[in-house]
């Protein structure tokens, strides 16, 4: 299976923390994205992230890649309550894949 | 910001009925994509569609789904002989064109999905 996996499942932190989410997959990639999901609402994309890159920021954003180790990471620094939400890494092949999610609470 | 919007936001239908869920992807867009996200669960991939056919689909696509773009702006996810088990968020998202050789590098934009409630 392609599918990207997220670990955490569930993270809780404080208002300013850093919060780090780690991704992982199974096969070679061409692309790794990033997504969060509000609760009921749909998916809102973050950043994109090419397999011949190795790290890329955007904003309070820094997604880093490892295709040796086929796995990714989202830090979100200086983390706000409106940073409450679902993680989702995206990969690709032909089909997009996401993974299942990491659960994020800020608590302010 | 251009959006992609879906309608309705939520459907109740009778199990073994017909049901159309209907999207209208950002206008420049040319690649369609329909998901399902079971409560609880992943983001399933269901199909996605370019120059009028499908281009991909996945293992849960199949005869009882049917996508269509009937004019210009709509894009539409047909349910046939609808079962418990099709109760789920249904998301259609849009993306600008894929370059060749490159794997999905466009962002999918996504609407707000319909909740579908078989009864």
């Known amino acids: 299976s392609q599918q990207g996996e997220e670990d955490p499942q569930a993270l809780s932190i404080q208002e300013g923390e850093n919060a780090t989410m780690n991704c992982s997959y199974k096969t070679s990639i061409n692309n790794l994205q990033w997504y969060r999901q509000n609760s009921g609402r749909g998916l809102v994309h973050l950043i994109l992230i090419r397999s011949n890159e190795r790290e890329k920021h955007s904003g309070r954003l820094r997604v880093t890649l490892d295709t040796s180790k086929k796995s990714s990471s989202l830090l979100i620094t200086a983390s706000r309550a409106a940073d409450t939400a679902s993680y989702f890494c995206?990969?690709?092949?032909?089909?997009?894949?996401f993974g299942t999610g990491t659960s994020l609470t800020v608590i302010p | 910001e251009p959006e992609v919007t879906q309608t309705p936001s939520h459907q109740v239908t009778q199990m073994g009925q017909e049901v159309i869920l209907r999207c209208v992807p950002i206008s420049n867009h040319l690649y369609f994509y329909w998901y399902r996200q079971i409560l609880g669960q992943k983001v399933e991939f269901l199909v996605s569609?370019?120059?009028?056919?499908?281009?991909?689909k996945s293992e849960i696509f199949d005869d009882q789904f049917s996508v269509e773009r009937p004019d210009g702006s709509n894009f539409t996810l047909k349910i046939r002989s609808t079962k418990l088990e099709d109760s789920a968020m249904y998301f259609c998202?849009?993306?600008?064109?894929?370059?060749?050789?490159?794997?999905?590098?466009?962002?999918?934009?996504f609407g707000d999905g319909t909740r579908l409630s078989i009864l």
């Open positions: 998202a849009s993306s600008e064109p894929i370059l060749p050789g490159q794997g999905n590098n466009q962002p999918q934009h």
């Open positions: 995206a990969t690709d092949r032909n089909q997009f894949y």
């Open positions: 569609f370019y120059n009028n056919e499908i281009s991909e």
